[in-house]
């Protein structure tokens, strides 16, 4: 993979960072928001591909990317689809300072060092070419409003946007709110992206740390054990969430 391109992931943190402040909107779940962007990344580079709500290496020869194949590599340790809820929702420790430290040495942003109640030692990062995350956004307000279907990466970019909760940051208020909603559809024109998208969702609202049902006993085996029926649930165990409330997890 050259580098003539930004990458999803980049992209994604150059949207998240405010001119002003030099911090980044969202960084909990822009931390699940990068995770699966590098999933986008590596699909749109032939690397992976979904496999029903899995993750399946199809080609493990690197990127050249160095943050990418890191992820590829411990995705082809794992010898098996990995479920995408469950990879994004994996430790993930330092991967947004990992971009931001790759941000800075190619010139896009710098840092700047700082104190927090004139004591404890903060970093914020500022952008050095604001044109460039200008230019990022266009992409989405263009796609919003248009109508016409973007490609693929802007796509991508438009449902983790939505997904991280950067809707209220990039079209804040009331005047945003159409903006807001275009963007939340946009996910539907990216496969890949609205599965990461979704996953990201659903990491957010602890749809991944729900044990799995056990199955239902057979008649015979809950007579003699005295359960109760089936259809009536054990006090004390919460139901499942329904799987079609996962899209609409994230506040827009």
Not at 6 to 12: D, G, H, K
Not at 152 to 166: D, E, F, K, Q
């Amino acid at each position: 993979m050259g580098r003539s391109r930004r990458t999803i992931p980049e992209e994604l943190l150059l949207l998240a960072l405010d001119p002003t402040t030099g911090t980044t909107a969202q960084p909990q779940s822009l931390d699940l928001g990068l995770a699966g962007a590098q999933l986008v990344e590596l699909a749109l580079a032939g690397r992976i591909a979904p496999d029903g709500d899995r993750i399946a290496v199809v080609a493990p020869r690197p990127t050249g990317d160095p943050t990418l194949d890191c992820a590829l590599e411990l995705l082809r340790r794992r010898g098996a689809p990995v479920r995408a809820v469950h990879w994004i929702g994996g430790p993930r420790l330092g991967l947004r300072q990992t971009y931001l430290s790759h941000l800075e040495r190619c010139g896009m942003v710098h840092a700047v060092a700082g104190q927090m109640c004139g004591v404890l030692p903060t970093t914020r990062y500022q952008a050095t070419d604001t044109e460039i995350s200008r230019e990022i956004k266009a992409r989405l307000d263009n796609a919003i409003r248009t109508g016409v279907p973007p490609d693929p990466r802007t796509a991508a970019l438009a449902a983790l946007a939505h997904a991280v909760g950067l809707g209220k940051h990039l079209y804040p208020g009331n005047e945003g709110r159409s903006s807001r909603s275009r963007l939340r559809d946009l996910i539907r024109h990216d496969p890949m992206g609205g599965l990461v998208a979704h996953a990201v969702m659903d990491v957010q609202n602890g749809v991944a740390a729900q044990p799995r049902r056990s199955p239902a006993p057979s008649p015979g085996r809950q007579a003699a054990a005295g359960a109760r029926p089936a259809s009536e649930p054990s006090r004390g165990v919460p139901m499942q969430p329904r799987r079609g409330s996962m899209a609409r997890a994230v506040a827009h």
